[in-house]
């Protein structure tokens, strides 16, 4: 659990690893060790601040919570009263399922700057996962509103409205839907409706299609709601279809409409990106070919540029 949730801080220096090098695992322990010290940080509380709460980002993404924590309390101590670290701080507890803390700590990120978008997002999703739907769907539309292409977030509205009863709401927003190569929101909204409905053939058949189709990070993001809500286990979240059994260029070209070029050069932030400050709006999709599996390196950069929406 826990992709859902946007963060909001420093650029993390990211370890670029080759494909199949053994030195990769080395080399990454090494940085997690690095920055997991303490007695190396700037004196200057602005510079401090920075380091700490970079650490801090760090260790959540690799759900080492304990460090998360202490780092993100240097921070504080560093510079106190800050809606990012209020807003980092909610996530952790929310990976911890402390939900009175986490929305606690996602109303006080709200307080000391109430247009921060995570923030909002993130209240919305303890609130969901508490079933509390009406309240989290108002944080949702609140989120939406600052970024209204944002698929994620319409997805979370959806289901708020398909959890919550509001069937007449969940079935226009549905109807307006159509596949999309940049984004498994269709998918995703029909499996949940297939799920709802206790079609679980149907539903899975779905949830197929998105994984057929679209790149391993942009599912999860997804599948995430419907773990939680114990429609998927995390096992099946994370199944990739064997390489022979992914569609090929000339299916994706059938399964999907043409879309224009501006649609396919925008591109949605998903949770778990850590941009700099004052970066909460929409990122450009990655340049260079990124396969399915996850590897940075891809052995047929055509077909994984289509599946990526990235052609």
């Known amino acids: 659990m826990g992709r859902g949730l946007w963060i909001l801080g420093m650029a993390l220096p990211l370890i670029l690893s080759g ?21 190396d940080l700037p004196t200057d509380p602005e510079e401090k601040y920075k380091v700490t709460y970079i650490r801090s980002a760090q260790a959540f993404s690799r759900n080492d919570l304990e460090n998360a924590i202490k780092f993100l309390d240097l921070a504080e101590q560093a510079k106190p009263g800050q809606a990012n ?36 997002f993130n209240l919305g999703e303890v609130l969901f996962l508490n079933k509390k ?23 979370k509205i959806y289901l708020c409205d398909l959890l919550g009863g509001d069937k ?34 149907v539903a ?53 409409p043409a879309v224009k070029k501006e ?9 778990g990106h850590v941009p700099p400050p004052g970066d909460s709006g929409p990122r450009q999709p990655c340049s260079r070919p990124v396969n399915p599996r996850g590897s940075r390196c891809c052995p047929r950069p055509r077909k994984c540029c289509v599946a990526n929406g990235l052609v």
Do not use: H
């Open 19 to 39: 494909c199949g090098k053994k030195a990769d695992s080395v080399a990454r322990s090494t940085a997690e060790e690095a920055a997991k010290r303490t007695d």
């Open 85 to 120: 670290t209020a807003n980092l701080r909610g996530a952790i507890y929310t990976r911890q399922r402390d939900w009175p803390k986490a929305q606690s700590a996602f109303e006080e990120a709200l307080k000391l700057q109430p247009d921060l978008p995570m923030a909002q």
């Open 133 to 155: 739907y009406a309240e989290a769907r108002e944080r949702f539309q609140i989120f939406v509103n600052s970024q209204p292409k944002n698929d994620l977030g319409l997805y």
């Open 168 to 201: 007449a709401k969940a079935d226009a927003f549905l109807n307006t839907l159509q596949p999309n190569p940049n984004s498994p929101l269709y998918y995703f909204a029909k499996a949940a409706e297939a799920f709802v409905k206790g079609d679980k053939t």
């Open 204 to 256: 899975m058949e779905f949830v197929g299609s998105a994984y057929r189709i679209y790149p391993p990070d942009a599912n999860a993001t997804f599948a995430d709601s419907l773990v939680e809500k114990g429609y998927l286990s995390g096992e099946q979240a994370e199944k990739i279809p064997e390489e022979d059994n992914k569609a090929k260029v000339t299916e994706l070209k059938t399964l999907l």
């Open 263 to 271: 649609e396919q050069k925008s591109g949605n932030l998903l949770p």
